[in-house]
Structure formats: structure tokens, C-alpha cells
């Protein structure tokens, strides 16, 4: 059975809130060593959420951050074993034609979800290939796999997250490194909450789409993460485990 190493970090990016801080709790609730980072706001997520977590203010498009990151949690924790990224830009993104996106909005979409992944991979396989085991989850979307119209930028970007993950597991796995996906569906999280009546009329259009006809919680997102992050997956590498209710079928 594959062992995972207690003593290090779970570091999850975007996790002061939403969910990011679902898959916190339900790390720490196994009694996990979590990190947790965000823009702002992380010292207190890990304040709130208790069990000795950690937080780290970081920005993941900043390479020099995110290595500051990483070591702020070998330091504390030992090292790090499992990397969850789940930053990203999504709520604050408006539906537009694919012609008319702002180039700038493009290249921040794309900093943040493609190139934030890769540096956080990056820095945190210095950990795990030296201590020859580890688990690397990235958050991408369902939207990757059907395409939404009016977002080519966020879907374009997440593509790219799953793409990435299989040629990272490739890389990283005789290193011990596992790596995998997950993709949500349209979740109730705290930005999309925040969204007002637009944000609940789509809400409801999509639930209707799904086999699973219910809204789709943090937590539905936090239990695939775990799973993939746990013994159970010992023989998943490089795979995309979309979580829609059935509204995506592979």
C-alpha cells in the first residue's frame, strides 16, 4: 500500500475561503499538517480552521512568493507532501465574446491558472522528489472538457491545467509523485454565492442539466481531492476526475 509522509505540509493555494478551505478542513480533520495560502487573509483561515494549521500570504503568479511558500512549510512542517492548487480567477470574470476579451485579462487569467500552477509544482517538487513520494492535485474545471461559451480565456486555462498534469505525472512519477485533476462543476462557493440573482438563475439552469440534480457543495469538490491524495488512488496518476453530477461524461 502506498505511504504517505505525515510530517509534511498539505499545502493548499486559494484556500482562505470556499474551496480551498473545504479541502483544509477535511485535511485537517485527519489530522494533516495544512498550509494554508491565499492573497490575503490566510493567517486567519488557518486561525479559524485550528488543528495547528498554518497560513501564508502568497500571490501564485509570482514565482519568488510561491518559493517562499514552499519553504515556509518544509521549514514548519518538515517538508511537503501533498500540493493542492486550487488558485485561481473565475467569479471575477465576466461572460464575453471570445474576439472582444481584453488581452491584459487574458494574461492574468493565464498567469494566475496556468502559470501559478506551474510554479507551485515546480516548488514544491524540490520537496517531494528529494523525499521520494508526494501528491499533487490540481483544480481545473468541467467547463475544460464541454467548453463554455464566452469564457475561452478561464476554459483555455484549465485545458491547459489538465494537459499539464498529465505530462507532470509522466515527469514526476518515477519520483514517487503522483499527480492528478480534479474537475468541478458549477460550485457553490463562497464567490459564486456572492454572485446575486445572475449567479442563482445559472445556478438552476445547470442543475437541471445533471444526473445528480443538486447544487454542488465545497465539499463534494474536497471529498475527490482527498480521495486522490489517500492510498485508495495508489494506482491513479494523471487523471481527470470531473465532479458535475453527471452533466460531463467521460
Known amino acids: 500500500m502506498e505511504q504517505t509522509n505525515k ?6 493555494t486559494g484556500a482562505a475561503q470556499g474551496i480551498g478551505y473545504a479541502i483544509a478542513e477535511r485535511f485537517a480533520a485527519q489530522g494533516r499538517r495544512v498550509v494554508i495560502a491565499d492573497l490575503r487573509g490566510s493567517e486567519a483561515a488557518a486561525k479559524k480552521l485550528g488543528h495547528d494549521a498554518l497560513g501564508f500570504d502568497a500571490d501564485v503568479s509570482n514565482a519568488a512568493q510561491v518559493d517562499a511558500l514552499m519553504a515556509f512549510a518544509a521549514e514548519r512542517t518538515g517538508g511537503v507532501s501533498v500540493l493542492v492548487n486550487n488558485a ?41 522528489k528529494s523525499a521520494r513520494e508526494g501528491n499533487i492535485i490540481n483544480i481545473a474545471s468541467a467547463a475544460a472538457s464541454k467548453g463554455t461559451a464566452g469564457l475561452l480565456h478561464y476554459v483555455a486555462s484549465k485545458a491547459a491545467v489538465v494537459a499539464m498534469t498529465r505530462t507532470l505525472a509522466r515527469e514526476l512519477g518515477p519520483y514517487g509523485v503522483r499527480v492528478n485533476t480534479v474537475s468541478p462543476g458549477f460550485t457553490q462557493s463562497d464567490g459564486i454565492l456572492a454572485g446575486g440573482a445572475e449567479r442563482g438563475q445559472q445556478s ?4 437541471r442539466q445533471r444526473v445528480v440534480q443538486r447544487d454542488i457543495a465545497p465539499n ?17 496518476a494523471g487523471q481527470n476526475l470531473i465532479v458535475d453530477g453527471g452533466l460531463t461524461m467521460n
Do not use: H, S
Open 7 to 12: 510530517g509534511g505540509a498539505v499545502v493548499i
Open 88 to 128: 485561481g480567477i473565475y467569479t471575477t470574470l465576466a461572460k464575453t465574446a471570445f474576439d472582444e476579451i481584453d488581452p491584459e485579462e487574458w494574461k492574468r487569467v493565464f498567469n494566475v491558472n496556468v502559470e501559478g500552477v506551474w510554479y507551485c509544482c515546480r516548488a514544491a517538487a524540490r520537496y517531494m
Open 204 to 207: 438552476e439552469d445547470i442543475k
Open 220 to 236: 463534494d469538490i474536497a471529498g475527490a481531492v482527498l480521495f486522490l491524495a489517500g492510498p485508495d488512488a495508489g494506482m491513479f
